[in-house]
């Protein structure tokens, strides 16, 4: 019977099912993979637990692109052989049962566009997050599947932050507009109403600052990316230069 290909998409995450290959004579009890953005860099950390049937090597598969790639069995390093994407691990020399725990850590440079993974073993648990959200959980992948998940959106989590502070900044203004109207409502003369403008504006723009020096700050640690820093600086800036000339007409 001919073999059929299956492919689903859900929410950018392509997983796709081929026809099973031959195994090295191990399973993948569970599987936890844990991508991070930091410092413009992608972290990724993976633990397997791995079920295994008196083997002397054992194989796992890594990005071509990784760089910084550390692996331990049983909490001890291990050193290995590449072919590829294959990393060929020895376990002559551990004491090794017929369950072990391998844990695989590696950085993606920050051009990466996704994240790709072949299992080369049956993975009955598999687990993955970004950023502590989880994309797949409790999946069952089996030998020879394999993941593409992109990660440009992770980019928009850098900026979470900001989002934070421009709903608090209106927040904070909109409560300043509140008081003033409980307190002065049956002051209606055009003199009072500009006062309350200014001070609502003066408001906004000192907030406005202390934004501007936070975006500078997380900027020069590299927690942002220059395209980024240069559209946050360019929107607020803007904002603000507006403001002050708003508050320059009223003085004048």
């Known amino acids: 019977m001919k073999s059929n290909t299956s492919i689903i998409l859900l929410m950018g995450l392509f997983i796709f099912a081929i026809p099973t290959v031959i195994g090295e004579g191990s399973t993948a009890v569970s599987h936890d993979i844990n991508i991070s953005l930091n410092d413009s860099i992608y972290n990724v950390y993976e633990i397997v637990l791995l079920k295994i049937d008196n083997l002397e090597n054992i194989t796992c598969w890594i990005p071509g692109d990784a760089e910084n790639v550390f692996i331990s069995i049983n909490d001890q390093e291990i050193s290995y052989t590449t072919n590829g994407n294959i990393y060929l ?136 990316s220059d395209e980024t820093y240069n559209k946050l600086k360019s929107y607020y800036k803007q904002r603000t230069v507006e403001i002050m000339k708003d508050l320059e007409d009223m003085n004048s």
């Open 89 to 224: 691990l020895n376990l002559s020399g551990f004491n090794i049962s017929d369950k072990i725990h391998m844990s695989i850590s590696y950085t993606l440079p920050y051009t990466s566009e996704s994240f790709n993974k072949e299992f080369i073993r049956p993975t009955e648990n598999l687990s993955v997050k970004l950023d502590d959200v989880y994309i797949i959980k409790n999946g069952f992948f089996s030998n020879g599947s394999n993941i593409h998940i992109p990660l440009s959106h992770l980019e928009t989590a850098a900026i979470s932050w900001y989002v934070v502070s421009l709903l608090l900044l209106r927040f904070v203004l909109i409560v300043v507009v509140i008081v003033y109207a409980l307190h002065r409502q049956k002051l209606s003369s055009v003199k009072d109403r500009a006062w309350k403008s200014q001070d609502v504006l003066e408001t906004e723009k000192d907030l406005l600052f202390n934004l501007l020096k936070e975006i500078e700050k997380r900027y020069r640690s590299r927690k942002i």
